[in-house]
């Protein structure tokens, strides 16, 4: 499907061989990010573009490192997941629950530190800082009528782009807060100095001397912020709906795959989960019914090409509709 947003020309591709071809056999071509308001307001992402040109045999062995390190944080999962369960035989928001449990598994793997932690002296508040992640997520859904018609984009008519400068400044002024704090930790600490979570591992990369592209500051705040914004909602909105479409259908609880491979006294451990494939269809069910958006990332075509006899002109805003691709019966 082409069509216009009044001066920017769009394509959407609603079918798979097609979002093979753009996202596959084009994706050097179409990995361009269009220049929105949400980008350039409320996040530093777009200093992603030029990180990802890093050595990737580098990026891959810190991020095996990084995983590996993860393995600490199981004890916060089973905790977090201990607390769900207590409210057995009561009504809960599972909402509230599922955001909160991987806002806090994100945020102690990314950050170090639990960011809902009410014990924990931290420089936001936690209800400041929830309130922070849920005017990102929502502003970067919004359709700023200044994107497509540019000319009207200083009237600010829906009042979103004072939102976006808002959020975007009370986050790079936490972010800044956080890259202090493991910078005075590795400093403290010297040689003995151990990645422990996913900053840490972005640090040293900045001060990584045979990366062929620099890590700046800024880029850590920006893979912090992706990391943060990206890892959070996703989880829980999948979990919800899995559990929603369960609830539904009583039959699929019944199996008896969790009784005979875990048994009903202890809770499943992550080297347990290939024995599990009913779960895993389940997942990966619930992600083809409901994706997180029905639209992936636009992404922006760099230069004039050709994709499957159609002609493609640079600055051409592409959109994949994963939402029909996944209920493409032809699949």
Not at 285 to 300: C, D, F, K
Request: charged share 25%.
């Amino acid at each position: 499907m082409h069509f216009y947003f009044d001066s920017v020309p769009v394509i959407v591709a609603s079918f798979v061989n097609m979002a093979k071809l753009i996202l596959k056999t084009h994706d050097v071509t179409f990995c361009g990010q269009p220049k929105t308001t949400a980008n350039r307001a409320c996040s530093i992402l777009k200093e992603l573009s030029a990180i990802l040109h890093m050595q990737s045999i580098t990026l891959s062995k810190e991020l095996i490192i990084t995983l590996q390190a993860l393995n600490h944080f199981y004890y916060l999962l089973l905790s977090n997941f201990s607390y769900i369960f207590g409210s057995s035989g009561r009504p809960v928001s599972l909402k509230d629950h599922l955001s909160n449990v991987s806002l806090n598994v994100i945020s102690r793997m990314v950050l170090g530190k639990r960011y809902l932690d009410e014990s924990e002296d931290e420089m936001v508040p936690p209800e400041e800082f929830k309130a922070m992640l849920d005017e990102l997520f929502s502003l970067n859904g919004v359709m700023n009528i200044g994107d497509s018609i540019p000319w009207l984009d200083f009237l600010d008519l829906q009042g979103y782009i004072g939102r976006m400068k808002k959020v975007g400044k009370k986050f790079d002024r936490f972010l800044e807060h956080v890259v202090d704090e493991h910078n005075e930790r590795w400093r403290r600490e010297g040689e003995k100095f151990v990645a422990k979570d996913m900053v840490d591992v972005l640090l040293q990369l900045a001060d990584d001397p045979t990366l062929e592209v620099k890590l700046e500051r800024r880029g850590v705040k920006a893979f912090t912020q992706d990391l943060i914004a990206g890892g959070t909602e996703s989880s829980a909105v999948t979990l919800e709906w899995a559990i929603s479409e369960l609830l539904k259908r009583p039959e699929i609880c019944k199996t008896a795959e969790l009784d005979w491979v875990i048994g009903r006294h202890r809770w499943v451990e992550e080297k347990e989960l290939h024995h599990l494939p009913y779960i895993e269809a389940i997942i990966k069910e619930a992600m083809r019914m409901h994706p997180v958006a029905p639209m992936l990332v636009p992404r922006q075509c760099r230069e004039d090409c050709d994709v499957a006899g159609y002609d493609i002109p640079a600055g051409t805003r592409l959109l994949v509709n994963v939402w029909t691709i996944g209920r493409d019966p032809t699949i």
